[in-house]
């Protein structure tokens, strides 16, 4: 799709993905709702906070932010899916659980050790994915 966008002062098309069409097209009814309870609020009508609070912080990132962070998540996806299917389990448990060592040996019917093992595994690889990454460019960050 086809979005202009300003730069400079100038109006300038530029090719985007449906996605970012999507997102550019809900933060800018999520301004426009913000300046509404705004502009009540300027002319002392009611004021609704509850409106203003969740519309000013659903959209803080910018769509440059939004685009990075869902490029890092594939990223990390990826990397992932070259580890072994126990590691990625343990791992995952780990991370997006918060299960202990202990815990999910409980789970997994193995030994603390050998969670810690397939963690620290899972986090070697991600650590030199970004490193060394295969598009050749080093991680800053």
């Keep these: ?11 300038v098309p530029v090719e985007v993905t449906v996605e970012i069409c999507e997102y ?10 913000l300046a509404h309870e705004q502009r009540r609020h300027w002319d002392r009508r009611e004021f609704d906070e509850y409106i203003v609070a969740r519309e000013g912080c659903c959209y803080s990132e910018t769509p440059e932010q939004w685009l990075c962070r869902k490029e890092t998540l594939q990223e990390i996806m990826s990397v992932l899916e ?26 997994c ?19 030199n994915f970004f490193a060394y990454p295969p598009y050749g460019k080093e991680f800053s960050g």
Aim: hydrophobic share 35%; with cysteine; proline share 0%.
């Design 1 to 11: 799709m086809e979005v202009s966008i300003k730069i400079s002062g100038q109006a």
């Design 24 to 33: 550019l097209d809900q933060a800018e009814h999520k301004v426009e709702n």
């Design 82 to 107: 070259s580890c072994t299917k126990i590691q990625r389990q343990r791992f995952l448990l780990f991370a997006m659980h918060g299960l202990s060592y202990s815990a999910i040996g409980k789970l």
């Design 109 to 127: 019917n193995c030994s603390k050790s050998a969670v810690q093992d397939s963690i620290e595994a899972v986090r070697n690889k991600c650590r």
